[in-house]
Each structure stands twice: as C-alpha cells, then as structure tokens.
C-alpha cells in the first residue's frame, strides 16, 4: 500500500481539494520481497482471477466502513485503477453504478464482460501508444509485462498473457454502452497528450479517452521509474529490464488534476 500512495500521489491533492482518498489492497503473494497484489477484474491477473476473489464485494464493504467511518458525501464516490486496476475500476462501474458515480481506467481497457450497469457510468481513460504492457492496439499478447521482468531477471513468474481490444475498439463499447452520440471535442491537447471528450450521453455523463503518444504502461505525471533500484542504479541491468517491461515515461501530463477535474462534476442522482 505504501508503494501505492507514493506511486499515485493523490495525497497532496486529497488535502487540498478536500477529499479523501483510499489505497485498497489487491489479493497477492510475495515476490521478490514485494506484495504483488491482484485484481479480479476480468481476463487478468492470476490469482485473484485464478481462484475468483470477490473484489466487488471487497470493495463494496470498503465503501461501507468509509461510509460508516467518515462523514463522506456518499453520492461522489470515483474509483481510479491503473493496469489490472483499471479493469478493476471498470468491472466496478458495471457492477457498482449505484453506489459509484464516476470511474477512471489508466494503462489497461476494460476486459470484463457482460458489462450492464444501472445507469451510465462516466469514463475517464488514458493510454500511452508506447504501452508494452496494453498494446495501444490490443491483441492476443496484452499483460506479460511484469512476467517477462521478472523471469529476465531470474526470477519466475507466470505471464498472465490474454486477448484484449484496442483503445478505439473499447472506446466504441463504452459509447454504446452510454448511449453516445459520437459527437466529440478535444478537451486537453498539450505535449504527447490528446484528449478526447464525447459529452452527448445518456444521463448527462461524459466518455474522456486520453491518447498518450509514445507514453509507456507508467502513471502520467510520474518523473521516476516506480522501482527503488532505478534510482540508486538506474543503468543497471535490473533497472533497464524495468524500463524495457513498462516503457517510456510520460512527466508532462499530470493526470491527477485532470482526474479531479473529471470526477468532482458528478455525483449520484
């Protein structure tokens, strides 16, 4: 978890803006020392999938203790993933939609299927046309990325490798899915970043695909390889293996504010 608040870095933001922010915990086993946690959220990743985790339910108990806990506006709660997250935050928009009123997915489409929300979900999604770990245009060999790093530096791990859509073939099934009229406008275009925003959808939710050009399986606004050994050795051989697995870096788009800015104009009817 607390490679997670480091990596995400919502925290500033959070006391700033006056929200608060939750870092839930993925089902895993050790690796190398590390919890690689997992998520239930469709064709990936093992275990969680493996042995079918209830992610949903986990997740609907953890909104029910913060609910519980905290004095929280329950009508604007958003869930953001990344990688396997992100098929998470999807799954839960399908399946959550009266409980979670805006979802966000980074460096993944969504993988689950018979997606049937109760009401349209507003999406927000970004990708980097350099992702190694998501083909920007999918395929049969998207996940692997982590697989392939950990077994080039000696140490086994299973590839978790699944057929997956490409951004636009996803992007289409999110529109039919909120009934959008195909009517878009871009609404960021600064640097390597290209925004997209359809606007014309079923109850006034909104569809913001981010097209990240030459951007890696990295979180946006990140100035650093996520591994403690790319700073202390960063052109060792384990670092350069990490930079081949997830690819280029993407600094100049600091997707944490855009984030905001998408979320805090939704809440639940």
Known sequence: MEESIKYFNFNPQADKEGFLVVYPEGYGKMLAG???????????????????IDDVGFINKVIGKITDDFHIDEKRVYVAGFSNGA???????CE?????????LGGSVGTFEGCSPKRPVPVYMFSGTADTCTPYEGGAECGGCMG?????????????????????????????????????????????????????CSGNSEVTSCTISGGGHVWPGNTKYSID?????????????????????????????????????????
């Open 229 to 269: 050994i790319c700073s202390s050795n960063p052109n060792g051989y384990v670092c350069e293996e990490w930079k081949k697995a997830v690819g280029p870096l993407s600094p100049d788009f600091n997707v944490n504010d855009e984030l905001w800015r998408f979320f805090k104009k939704y809440q639940l009817e």
């Open 148 to 200: 392939r790093f950990f077994n080039s530096i000696g140490v086994p791990a299973p590839m978790n490798v699944y057929q997956c859509d490409s951004v636009d073939t996803f992007t289409g099934k999110v529109l039919s899915m909120n009934k959008c009229s195909g009517n878009s406008s871009v609404t960021y275009n600064k640097g390597s970043t290209t925004c997209v925003t359809y606007n014309t």
């Open 87 to 93: 098929q998470m935050s999807y799954r839960l928009g």
């Open 96 to 104: 959550l939609s009266d409980k979670i009123a805006a979802v966000a």
């Open 34 to 52: 590390k919890h690689l946690g997992t998520w239930n959220g469709g064709k990936c990743c093992a275990p969680s999938t493996d042995e079918n």
